[in-house]
Nanobody, 126 residues
Framework: EVQLVESGGGLVQAGGSLTLSCAAS????????IGWFRQAPGTERQGVSC????????YNGHSVKGRFTISSDVGERTVYLQMNSLKPEDAAVYYC???????????????????WGQGTQVTVYW
């Protein structure tokens, strides 16, 4: 069984940086892709970034392209999301999840239902 645990969220001023971590266990070499999505109160889920387990290619949503970077360590036991130049509209609960990377600016990540962890809160203020 795959277990995902998010951490690293917090309170940060606009323009600042934050790095989120997703500790993963139970993954296999031929498993699904891993990515991040976020959801703010009253909004739809928004795919943020995805990293392919097939070739390591990364995919980013239009709203975070050039500011956020997804990466993983050896064996993908931990997946990271480095967030730079944070904006108030980035505030949300961030989740890592299993799924499939998609080459779409508007939605880079098809999420496998129920695959995400508890999430970690990111708050951005002016």
């Amino acid at each position: 069984e795959v277990q995902l645990v998010e951490s690293g969220g917090g309170l940060v001023q606009a323009g600042g940086s934050l790095t989120l971590s997703c500790a993963a266990s139970g993954l296999t070499w031929d498993g699904p892709d891993i990515g991040w999505f976020r959801q703010a109160p009253g909004t739809e889920r928004q795919g943020v970034s995805c990293i392919s387990r097939r070739d390591g290619r990364t995919y980013n949503g239009h709203s975070v392209k050039g500011r956020f970077t997804i990466s993983s360590d050896v064996g993908e036991r931990t997946v990271y999301l480095q967030m730079n130049s944070l904006k108030p509209e980035d505030a949300a609960v961030y989740y890592c999840a299993l799924g499939r990377c998609e080459d779409r600016d508007y939605d880079p990540f098809s999420i496998r239902p129920g695959s995400w962890g508890q999430g970690t809160q990111v708050t951005v203020y002016w």
